[in-house]
């Protein structure tokens, strides 16, 4: 997953360019939850990400964006929703996504968009929000410094 402004110049543009290289897709989008400002995740990105993990049910995944931390654990908890999530196993498997990366603090709108297509009722956004973990790390990240 990169920023749409990713170049070679900036060297955060990742490219498989050889026949004998994994399988790969590229979403590109900015790491933002509101979905007023350009370039926003989209339902599609999501959905287009949950397609490519059935294609490749048999086969390890490698999903990343630049930091590792939202973007990228917003979709594998979409992934590990679709794969082994059963009603109710959303807070479930959040902690073990947190488990395997304990700074994730997934992107809501994604996970908006991943609780729409998964049809789970608002519970993968649910465990997101209530998750204490991730507000601790929300509001130590993103709160203004005090005056």
């Not at 929703?81 to 809501?108: K, M, S, W």
């Amino acid at each position: 997953i990169e920023s749409p402004d990713a170049t070679e110049q900036s060297g955060r543009l990742r490219r498989f360019t050889q026949a004998t290289e994994p399988a790969h897709q590229v979403l590109c989008f900015y790491d933002i939850d509101d979905p007023r400002q350009p370039a926003p995740p989209r339902r599609g990105h999501v959905r287009d990400g949950l397609l490519f993990a059935r294609q490749h049910v048999d086969r390890r995944l490698l999903i990343h964006c630049y930091a590792g931390i939202s973007r990228s654990t917003a979709l594998a908890y979409a992934i590990l929703i679709d794969r082994h999530g059963g009603v109710g196993d959303e807070r479930r498997l959040l902690e073990h996504l947190l488990e395997i990366r304990p700074q994730a603090t997934p992107n809501r709108l994604m996970v908006r968009h991943a609780d729409a297509l998964l049809r789970r009722g608002g519970r993968m956004i649910a465990a997101v929000d209530g998750h204490p973990v991730i507000q601790e790390t929300r509001r130590r990240n993103f709160s203004p410094p005090a005056v």
